[in-house]
C-alpha cells in the first residue's frame, strides 16, 4: 500500500494550491479517502473526506467553502483543491485511506501560507 502526496508549497494570502494523493496496492474504488492536516504544535485533524461510490463529502468547518476534495478512480488519486488560503492553514497535508481496518498514511506535504 501506497499513497503519495505532492502539490505543497509557499503560496501567498488569497492563493490557491492542488494537493494530489496517488495510490497504489488497493482497490482504490472500495475505500473513502480523506485528507488531513497538522499545523506546527499542533494534533493532526480531518479536514476533508469524500465516500467512494458517490462522492459524498464532508469538510471540517474551518475549510468548507475554500476547500474541495475531490477523486479520479481511474488514476487511482485523491485531489484538495485549496482557494483563499490563510496563514492558519500552513500546515503539513496527508491523505488517508482505512484499508482492512488499519489506517494508512501519505508522507504529507508541507503547505506554508504566507506573504
Known amino acids: 500500500v501506497q499513497l503519495v502526496e505532492s502539490g505543497g508549497g509557499l503560496v501567498q494570502p488569497g492563493g490557491s494550491l492542488k494537493l494530489s494523493c496517488a495510490t497504489s496496492?488497493?482497490?482504490?474504488?472500495?475505500?473513502?479517502m480523506s485528507w488531513y492536516r497538522q499545523a506546527p504544535g499542533k494534533g493532526r485533524d480531518m479536514i476533508a473526506t469524500?465516500?467512494?461510490?458517490?462522492?459524498?463529502?464532508n469538510y471540517a468547518d474551518s475549510v468548507k467553502g475554500r476547500f474541495t476534495i475531490s477523486r479520479d478512480d481511474a488514476k487511482n488519486t485523491t485531489y484538495l483543491q485549496m482557494n483563499n488560503l490563510k496563514p492558519e492553514d500552513t500546515a503539513v497535508y496527508s491523505c488517508s485511506a482505512l484499508i482492512a481496518y488499519v489506517r494508512r498514511w501519505g508522507q504529507g506535504t508541507q503547505v506554508t501560507v504566507s506573504s
Open positions: 469524500i465516500s467512494n461510490r458517490d462522492g459524498y463529502t
Open positions: 496496492g488497493f482497490t482504490f474504488s472500495s475505500v473513502f
